[in-house]
């Protein structure tokens, strides 16, 4: 029920935006992330987004895993 | 001008059941048996034989890469390979919906006719009933089909030892996605195209080859993961493959990544899991790729000397799981 | 995060030496855990047990066998997630409710219920509204279109609960012994760590926010860990990349326009008080117990069913003596086996034997 897949943003329309990932694309609602630009990835969840996919944030993890002494 | 559709008179067995024969069915099936239009096609063919039925209950009828004609041909074709059966003779029983039009038969029967030939497998028998609007979906599909043993022993679970090598001849889950999509339409502008077709061609280059099979299933109903589930219970051995090594499209995955759906568990209508001794599989996966229908052909797992019967996967992070047959019904009249 | 680097998370936890049992309480990470295969390559020291994660599971059977009854009448049309379809109420399912007739339409987003109300104007159609906190501000969201838009015959049978009130009543239970939480990620990305923080200031207990690939339970199951050897309790975020301390600010408020907290009855927990949501005004107009005031009584669970013990973590699934015999997926007693986030559903699909 938490499936939530990120999916890039290819155009936005108002309240609704055409996102795609690995070829498919889908109509989700932009209600809940307003501030999304095109090119961003939103995580989306029976066909709203949910929250923008920060790839900074992959960098925050990489963080977690040499805090964590798994890589150096 | 109005459409041409079935009738109940089509089905009645007079003049107009007569009609839809010569005209519809007969110029595209050349073989004799057919056209003697005895009640039984009268055949020759001697030795050992492999014989097989089916139904095919698709909807939409007409799909990406296929349609119920192209099936039931393949499905009928793809079901003697399993047994590395020849394919000779199919018989073919439709049960039509009033009110179907007749050129959708028509696109059926040419589909029938194209996959017939490419599969060398020759109709020659076949029935007709019409049944009233409501109480059919469009065309039902029946075949039987007969084909020469060219294996001794026949592949069977029974020949599968420890050791064995696993084999998939192609991305998997391309026919049950496809239909789904063309059914309800859940992504704009995607058209997947079904896995659909007869591979016989594909056994009968690796008999050619001299290669032995121990045993071999396609992926239908319920995908890879209840095939494998199958041949593990019936060799009532350990079958372990890889996550990894198992070929899926991106688009198949990401698919089911979205729908919640497992594509262990989505049909496959033109793939075959084949199960042989190891040092066969270098010379098998050559064999395959050299073929459009199996160049994505990957060597997926291998039968273990483990005591559980059972279907095992092993995961990207280095653990099991099991793999168990479908329950309940996860996508209805997909094939 | 390659498979690479989740063998050294491995190798880190293993030489850890830490004992510790968490609980993961989102059924999505329950399946990610169990399709993986992570529990037998954790060392034997380290438990992770499954809690209230399913908001299938959690509904009562009385919920759910109003759900029945609404699908019996003529002229409604009950409008689901795919989930629910198969739970066995104290008579029947929705699945077989549809089989005899009645008219069942499985959904994707709640918003698909807009265009099935309008493409069937003389039937009244019901939307299930079942799921966390991840789920309820899409319904709430689309509670506000429905009433904007003026479409009279779509309510909501908002069935809707809380994680953080289920989590301190299972806690205050004192039944099984905890050492902190792996917790959910998207309702986190809805609720941020905030409403969390009670495990800190009120047990003293880590949690970790995880994402759902098996590499994000096995890092955060490591800052789990490092959290118990260093005797802190913090409430961490391992899934930064979607989620952020502050939660999903839109999603907040839009929850707080259409729903006010209430009581909830769960399945195995019993009545916890504003655990659940319900429409507040101007929208109660739009409830489904509102138009449809169904007396259902005699509403019991199976006697020997013991999901409840199941979703408090009680007894892990094979535990219960129906598992695999009397229970299966193809013949549920409860609806931990049948719903795809049930915890015993996913030790039945993908748990070797033991």
Redesign the interface.
């Known amino acids: 029920m938490c ?1 939530g ?1 990120p999916a890039k943003v290819v155009e936005i329309k108002e309240q609704e935006a ?1 996102v795609e ?7 989700i609602r932009l209600d809940f992330v307003p501030e999304v630009k095109v090119g961003d990835y939103v995580i ?1 969840h029976a066909g709203f987004g949910i929250s923008i996919f920060e790839e900074s944030e992959a960098q925050e993890t990489l963080k977690l895993l040499r805090e964590a002494d798994v890589i150096p | 001008m109005k459409k041409e559709i079935i009738t109940l008179q089509h089905g009645s067995g007079g003049r107009p059941t007569q009609e839809l024969i010569e005209r519809h069915i007969l110029p595209r099936f050349s073989s004799p048996a057919l056209r003697q239009l005895l009640d039984s096609a009268l055949v020759e063919c001697s030795g050992r034989i492999a014989f097989t039925t089916d139904a095919f209950v698709v909807r939409p009828i007409f799909f990406p890469g296929g349609d119920i004609g192209k099936l039931a041909v393949s499905g009928a074709v793809n079901d003697l390979a399993a047994v590395a059966a020849e394919p000779l003779f199919l018989a073919a029983s439709f049960v039509l919906e009033e009110g179907l039009e007749v050129e959708e038969l028509d696109r059926v029967l040419e589909s029938m006719s194209k996959t017939c030939k490419e599969a060398g497998i020759a109709l020659v028998a076949g029935d007709t009933k019409v049944v009233e609007k409501g109480a059919g979906d469009k065309i039902y599909i029946s075949t039987s089909a007969i084909g020469v043993r060219k294996q001794n022993p026949d592949p069977q679970p029974a020949l599968i030892s420890p050791g064995d090598a696993i084999i998939v001849t192609g991305p998997i889950g391309e026919h049950g996605m496809a239909v789904l999509q063309a059914r309800e339409n ?5 058209e997947l195209e079904s896995d659909c077709a007869p591979i016989w061609p594909l056994i009968d280059s690796l008999l050619k080859a001299g290669l032995k099979i121990s045993a071999m299933r396609d992926p239908t109903r319920g995908g890879l993961a209840t095939t494998l589930s199958e041949l593990a219970r019936d060799s009532r051995l350990c079958l372990e493959v890889d996550e990894g090594k198992i070929p899926i499209g ?2 198949v ?3 089911c ?4 759906l497992d594509p262990m568990y989505l049909a496959c209508e033109g793939r075959m899991v084949i199960v042989l001794p190891q040092e066969s599989a270098g010379r098998a996966l050559e064999v395959l790729r050299g073929h459009p229908l199996a160049q994505n052909a990957a060597l997926i797992g291998e039968c273990l000397g483990e005591p ?1 019967k ?1 279907a ?1 996967l ?9 793999l ?1 047959p479908l ?2 019904e996860q996508l209805p009249r997909i094939c | 995060m390659s ?1 690479l680097e ?2 050294e998370i ?1 190798k880190r936890i293993r030489g850890m030496g830490v004992s510790a049992r968490f609980m993961e309480v989102c059924g999505t990470h329950t399946v990610s855990i ?8 954790l060392p034997d020291s380290v438990k992770l047990i499954s809690g209230p994660g399913c908001p299938v599971c959690v509904t009562s059977q009385e919920d759910i066998d109003y759900a029945v009854a609404l699908a019996r009448q003529p002229g409604v049309i009950v409008a689901t997630f ?1 989930d629910m379809v ?1 739970v066995p109420g104290t008579e029947t399912s929705l699945l077989e409710a549809r089989a005899s007739g009645g008219r069942v339409e499985v959904l ?1 987003s709640p918003m698909d219920s807009l265009s099935l109300a309008r493409e069937n104007p003389k039937e009244e159609v019901v939307f299930l509204a079942v799921g966390f906190e991840t789920t309820a501000p899409l319904i709430a969201r689309t509670v506000q279109i429905v009433r904007a838009e003026g479409i009279p015959n779509l309510s909501f049978l908002v069935l809707h609960k809380l994680i953080p009130p289920a989590m301190r009543a299972l806690l205050t239970r004192k039944e099984v012994q905890l050492d902190g939480f792996i917790l959910p990620g998207h309702v986190c990305a809805v609720l941020g760590s905030r409403p969390f923080l009670f495990l800190k200031e009120e047990f003293h207990l880590p949690g970790v926010i995880t994402g759902f690939e ?2 994000d339970v ?1 890092l955060a199951l490591f800052m789990l860990l490092k959290q118990k050897r260093e005797d802190r309790a913090e409430v961490e975020i391992q899934y930064r990349r979607a989620v952020k301390p502050e939660g999903n600010i839109q999603a907040l408020k839009t929850m707080e326009e259409v729903f006010e907290p209430q009581e909830a009855n769960w399945r195995g927990l019993g009545v916890i008080p504003n655990s659940g949501l319900g429409l507040r005004e101007p929208y109660s107009g739009f409830d489904t117990r509102r138009r449809f005031p169904l007396n259902i009584t005699g509403s019991r669970e199976y006697p020997e069913c013991r999901c409840g013990e199941v979703l408090r973590g009680v007894i892990s699934p094979r535990e219960c003596p129906l598992f695999g015999k009397a229970c ?3 013949s549920p007693v409860g609806p931990c086996m ?1 719903s ?1 986030e049930g915890s015993c559903a996913a030790s ?6 033991p």
Do not use: C, N, W
């Open positions: 499936l897949i055409l990932v690995a070829g498919l694309k889908q109509k989306v | 859940f992504f704009r502008d995607l991106k688009t995955q990401a698919a990544d979205m729908l919640g559980q059972a095992l092993s995961t990207r992070i280095g653990g099991r799981r099991i168990q329950s309940g | 498979s989740s063998g491995l169990a399709r993986s295969g992570l529990k037998k390559l795919g198969r994707y098996p590499e096995l299966t997926p193809d049948v795809s039945y699909h993908y748990e070797e034997r």
